[in-house]
């Protein structure tokens, strides 16, 4: 234990002296953990869900996808990178990034509907294997993404046993986000807008369900959302139908015997209410991307949920706070949420990181070997394990196996360690 906390105290020191280094623009720095890919950042734009239609605090899950055809010339043009990481093969520890928005195009090169760089999904998944990053819990907030994700994690499947390996295993949620269950009411187009037709909300939640009844998704899919209460965007879909079809969707998690990959923001107080409710009709859950009060994460506790951590709940001295006093080790898990969701300078947690990557700062400065400023990636779950190793006053080392225990308890029980 002590040996280990010393390592890690080291690989930090080390860092700080390499970073306080001068260096010229367009030296190279090497990454055990980067395999060719880089990230695509998109700093959000307006839609629902604050992502899918944008960034992930700015508008709804889901909504404008693709862009323009074809890869941009001068999207190639090189950058210096940033900040050499600090991964070295002794250092690797296996982790799950129990959300990750992979259905995104921004992951495909495109942001706001432009083409800026090529598809680097492969190569992201490549760069956040080497990371740690051992699975992926691909998540979905609509039926059309649900569909979606199902789609890549079976393609996956089918890869050459040598390329499938250098990725983490995929996995997938099939439900509806918050901002999104007018889905549950009308007819939603390619671009996310509703066409004003009326649906049927039993015949919606069917097809969900048949989803998970694809004989191609045994194993597959492995939890019932992105579903839950979102007060912060009653602008995309009023409290009303958010309650409503988030109530719907515990049928989902009785009938599939599935955990539910829950979203709260700013509605603690009916969350907690309906999940207690309803507690005997799903085998368990964690609220994910949490950045509530400790009353509240002792509340979800208390239930028999988990807490999902990811640079959205680090942001403040509070949040900080919150993950060191009120969330118990046995019921962390942790998450990227990519592409948002990554820790930033400006956050309090900021200075506990001790690993970074090379960064270009724009899409269309994109390097194949380089992140883009303001798009996070998985590999970047390595952050968010550092931080709360640091909170818990732990290594990543000492605290990792338990955060994926509980991950495998929740999500994959045949994966449990004897």
Same mark, same amino acid.
């Given at each position: ?28 720095? !090497?990454?055990?953990?980067?395999? !060719? ?145 007018? =889905? ?30 694809? #004989?191609? %998704? %045994? ?9 839950? *209460? ?7 879909? #009023? ?13 989902? %998690? ?5 955990? $539910? ?9 009916? $969350? ?30 208390? *239930?028999? *949920? ?26 962390? $898990?942790? =998450? ?21 990557? #090379?960064?270009?700062? +724009?899409?269309?400065?994109? +390097? ?12 970047? *779950? ?11 006053? !732990? ?17 994959? #029980?045949?994966?449990? =360690?004897?």
């Amino acid at each position: 234990m002590i040996s280990n906390r010393m390592r890690h105290l080291e690989e930090r020191a080390s860092l700080l002296a390499w970073a306080s280094l001068p260096h010229r623009a367009g030296s190279s720095s !090497s990454s055990s953990s980067s395999s !060719s890919s880089s990230s695509s950042s998109s700093a959000g734009s307006a839609g629902p869900k604050g992502g899918k239609n944008g960034g992930k605090n700015g508008g709804q899950k889901g909504g404008q996808k693709g862009g323009a055809k074809g890869s941009n010339p001068k999207a190639a043009t090189p950058a210096a990178p940033a900040v050499a990481p600090v991964f070295a093969p002794s250092s690797r520890i296996g982790m799950c990034d129990i959300g990750v928005n992979l259905t995104d195009s921004q992951f495909r090169g495109a942001y706001h509907g432009k083409q800026k760089h090529p598809d680097d999904l492969a190569a992201v998944l490549a760069r956040s294997r080497s990371a740690g990053v051992d699975s992926i819990i691909v998540t979905a907030g609509c039926l059309a993404e649900a569909r979606g994700a199902l789609a890549m994690v079976r393609a996956q499947r089918q890869l050459p046993v040598g390329e499938r390996e250098r990725q983490p295993a995929l996995y997938c949620t099939v439900g509806v986000h918050p901002t999104r269950c007018l =889905e549950f009411e009308h007819v939603v187009g390619e671009d996310g807008a509703l066409r004003g037709a009326a649906v049927d909300p039993d015949a919606h939640l069917a097809a969900l369900q048949a989803v998970v009844d694809d #004989p191609g %998704a %045994a194993g597959c899919v492995v939890a019932v959302g992105e579903c839950g *209460l979102d007060y912060d965007r009653l602008e995309f879909c #009023p409290k009303e139908a958010q309650l409503a079809h988030f109530e719907r969707q515990f049928a989902l %998690a009785e009938r599939t015997r599935l955990p $539910m990959f829950l979203h709260c923001r700013n509605a603690a107080a009916d $969350m907690l209410a309906l999940c207690a409710k309803h507690r005997h009709r799903f085998t368990a859950g964690v609220i994910h991307s949490f950045d509530g009060t400790a009353a509240e994460a002792a509340a979800f506790v208390e *239930l028999g *949920l988990h807490i999902g951590i990811n640079g959205c709940s680090l942001k403040t001295a509070e949040n900080v706070a919150v993950v060191r006093d009120a969330i118990p080790v046995e019921k962390l $898990m942790i =998450e990227t949420d990519a592409p948002w969701c990554d820790i930033r300078k400006t956050h309090a947690s900021f200075g506990m990181v001790a690993s970074h990557w #090379p960064q270009v700062g +724009k899409p269309d400065k994109w +390097k194949p070997d380089a992140c883009v400023k303001g798009r996070n990636e998985p590999c970047m *779950l390595r952050q968010v394990l550092e931080v709360v190793a640091a909170c818990k006053a !732990s290594t990543p080392e000492e605290i990792g196996p338990q955060i994926l225990r509980n991950t495998n308890d929740v999500f994959f #029980p045949q994966q449990k =360690e004897t």
